[in-house]
């Protein structure tokens, strides 16, 4: 697999990065996922834009205007002649630099790198049939808006729904189901189409926003507020979104039938219209 690493094309075995990158020694940097379908890579603008917000947040000023990377992008996937659907990470580090917490001296290089990843489409049929979930406490920082390369909570909530053979986990804070540790988290109550209002508890995910707007282009009443925990079992429909999840129904929670067990007729047509905006047909 080729991989782009600060400006150069290269065998993955071959792009190494330093034992003081920050990245490695304090999660210092930020990154991007984006997927490919049917031929180009879809909302990378917007995904760009989450990248300069990620930086600015947390003072990284980056190499140069994210939007080159979409032609990085193109010619990763062309090089590695991988098929008609996949992601893109794109990361970017404070550097690598004599170890100290604070920011390294003025002139370090930021590290950026892209690597693609082929994947396997869900057919619609499977989709159909939703994924379990487990709910597990929020253990993450205050600033969770920021796409950062810190994802330890992420990674043990994660390892905790493989180990319960669910999908994702519903992250729960206060009493709160704020969002999933790789997704954000939808639920249908009464009709209406709740999900966390954006903020420093969630990831302001693009297809959060794709779906938002798909609802009310259908009409669909929508509102962002938070979902108490006890809510989540009253809910008609339950589902996780992301830019490798789409729209995925949850159709149980911690062993138990949840969001009517089956996906409803609301995530079916979300999904029908985002996989149209996705793929182009
Ligand atoms: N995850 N919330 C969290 C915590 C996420 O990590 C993600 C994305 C989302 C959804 O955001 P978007 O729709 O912009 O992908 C919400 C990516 C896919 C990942 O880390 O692999």
């Known amino acids: 697999m080729i991989v782009y690493l600060n400006g150069d094309y290269l065998p993955s075995e071959k792009a190494l990065i330093p034992v003081e990158e920050r990245a490695s020694n304090f999660g210092d940097g930020i990154y991007e996922v984006a997927s490919f379908a049917g031929g180009r890579f879809f909302a990378f603008d917007e995904h760009m834009d989450r990248l300069r917000y990620s930086a600015r947040e947390i003072q990284l000023k980056l190499p140069e205007d994210p939007a080159v990377y979409a032609k990085v992008a193109e010619r990763l996937w062309g090089e590695n002649n991988l098929g008609d659907y996949g992601t893109v990470y794109i990361q970017v580090t404070r550097g690598a630099a004599p170890r100290m ?5 003025n002139g370090t290089r930021p590290t950026v790198y892209l690597t693609t990843k082929p ?3 869900v057919p619609d049929e499977d989709r159909a049939q939703g ?22 909570p992420n990674v043990l ?46 990831l302001g995910g693009i297809t959060r926003q794709h779906v938002l707007r798909l609802a009310e ?14 809510a989540v079992w009253k809910a008609d429909e ?11 129904p949850i159709t149980k929670i911690d062993g138990k039938i949840a969001g009517g067990g089956r996906r409803g007729p609301i995530a079916d047509k979300l999904q029908t219209a985002l996989h149209k905006e996705m793929w182009g047909k």
């Open 119 to 121: 994947g396997k489409y």
């Open 101 to 105: 917490h604070a920011f390294p001296a």
């Open 157 to 202: 909530a994660k390892q905790a729904a493989a180990e319960a053979g669910a999908q994702d986990c519903i992250l729960v804070r206060d009493g709160i189901a704020i969002e999933g540790a790789s997704s954000n988290f939808f639920a249908v109550l009464g009709g209406t189409l709740v999900t966390h209002p954006r903020g420093p508890h969630i």
């Open 238 to 248: 339950l589902f996780f979104c992301g830019t490798t999840t789409e729209v995925m």
């Open 217 to 230: 282009a259908m009409g669909i009443p929508v509102r962002e507020e938070p979902i108490p925990v006890e």
């Open 131 to 152: 994924r379990p979930a487990i709910t597990h406490p929020d253990l993450r920082w205050g600033r969770c808006d920021i796409k950062s390369l810190n994802l330890l």
